[in-house]
C-alpha cells in the first residue's frame, strides 16, 4: 500500500498538504457549530459512515478494487481503533467543554508523542534538523496558547480529552508504519472509516436520540456537509497519501500548519484580531515546516 518514506515532502504532495491544511483547519469552526445542535455519537456517525460510503462510491463507479486481503483484517482494526474510533470520540467530547480553537491546537501536539514513538517503535533516525523542527513548531503552538493557559486550567476535561486525542493519533500513525495493510490506498482509507466507526454507530443508537436530527438547524447542517464530504470522504484520503508516503516525522511536522491556519481563519471569517503571540507563532512553524518540506543537500 505504501511507498517508500521520504525524509522530506516530495513537490508532488504540496498541494495535498496545502489543500488538507485549508479543509482541516476550518473544519474546527465547522465542528463546533455542527455539535451545538447534533449530538456528538450522531455527528461522528454521519461523518464516518456516509464519508466511508462516499469513497465506496467512487470505488465502484471507477472499477478500483475494494478488497482488503485476507490476513490483514487484525491490522487494518488495530490501526483503525486508534486513528478513528479514539480519536473521533476523545475530539468530539472534548470540543464541547473548550473552544474550536484551543481544541484544534491542542489536538496538533501529535508530533510531541509521534516522533519519540517513531524513533523508539521504528528506529527512525532523528537528525539535528528534525528536533529543531519539533521544538520550532511546538514553541508556535505555546505561543497559540498563550492566552489560553488560564483557560485550560479551567476547563481541564476538555483539554485532557483532546490530549488524548492528539496521543491516540500518534500511535495509529505509528502503527501505520510498523504494520502496514497491503491494499490500494482508496480501498484502505474506506475501510478504515467504516470499520473504526462501527462502535461509535453503536453508541449513537444506545445511547442517543435519533429525534433531534428533525430539529437541526441550516448552519449546524452546513457544519455536518462540510464534515462529510470534505474533511472525511476527502480529507482522510490526503491524510492517508501523506502518512503513507513519508516518515513519521516529516508527516508530523507537516500536520503543524493546519491549527495554524485554524487561527487565521478566525481573522478572516470572524472577524477576530491576531495579537503578536499568532504572528510569531506562524512564523515558528512556518519554520518548522521548511525543515521537512525542503530536501536535504546529498554530498
Known amino acids: 500500500m505504501s511507498p517508500a518514506s521520504h525524509e522530506h515532502l516530495p513537490a508532488r504532495l504540496w498541494w495535498v498538504l496545502a489543500a488538507l491544511t485549508v479543509v482541516w ?18 455527528f461522528r456517525t454521519f461523518c464516518l459512515g456516509l464519508g466511508s460510503g462516499l469513497l465506496f462510491g467512487y470505488l465502484r463507479a471507477s472499477g478500483k478494487p475494494m ?72 514553541g508556535g503552538l505555546v505561543l497559540l496558547l498563550w492566552d489560553d493557559f488560564a483557560g485550560i486550567e479551567r476547563a481541564p476535561l476538555g ?28 480501498a484502505f482509507t474506506a475501510w478504515l472509516m467504516l470499520i473504526g466507526g462501527a462502535p461509535i454507530y453503536l453508541g449513537m443508537l444506545l445511547f442517543e436520540d435519533l429525534g433531534q436530527l428533525g430539529r437541526v438547524g441550516f448552519w449546524p447542517a452546513m457544519g455536518l456537509a462540510y464534515n462529510v464530504l470534505f474533511s472525511f470522504a476527502w480529507g482522510h484520503w490526503a491524510w492517508m497519501t501523506l502518512v503513507t508516503s513519508v516518515s513519521v516525522t516529516v508527516f508530523s511536522l507537516s500536520m503543524l500548519v493546519i491549527p495554524v491556519f485554524g487561527v487565521l481563519s478566525g481573522m478572516l471569517f470572524l472577524g477576530e484580531r491576531l495579537g503578536w503571540n499568532e504572528y510569531a507563532a506562524l512564523l515558528l512553524v512556518l519554520g518548522s515546516l521548511a525543515s521537512v518540506v525542503i530536501a536535504p543537500r546529498r554530498r
Open 67 to 138: 478488497a482488503i486481503p485476507r490476513g490483514q483484517w487484525g491490522r487494518l482494526a488495530l490501526i483503525s481503533f486508534f486513528t478513528i474510533t479514539c480519536w473521533n470520540i476523545l475530539v468530539v467530547l472534548g470540543l464541547q467543554h473548550i473552544p474550536s480553537g484551543r481544541a484544534a491546537i491542542l489536538a496538533y501536539t501529535m508530533p510531541a508523542w509521534s516522533i519519540p514513538l517513531s524513533v523508539l517503535v521504528l528506529g527512525e533516525r532523528m537528525t539535528g534538523a528534525k528536533l529543531f523542527g519539533l521544538a520550532l513548531g511546538l
Open 159 to 186: 483539554s485532557l480529552l483532546v490530549l488524548g486525542a492528539s496521543f491516540t493519533w500518534a500511535i495509529g500513525t505509528v502503527l501505520q508504519k510498523k504494520f502496514p495493510v497491503s491494499a490500494p490506498l482508496p
Open 25 to 42: 483547519g476550518f473544519n474546527w469552526t465547522a465542528m463546533k457549530v455542527a455539535i451545538a445542535e447534533i449530538a456528538p455519537f450522531t
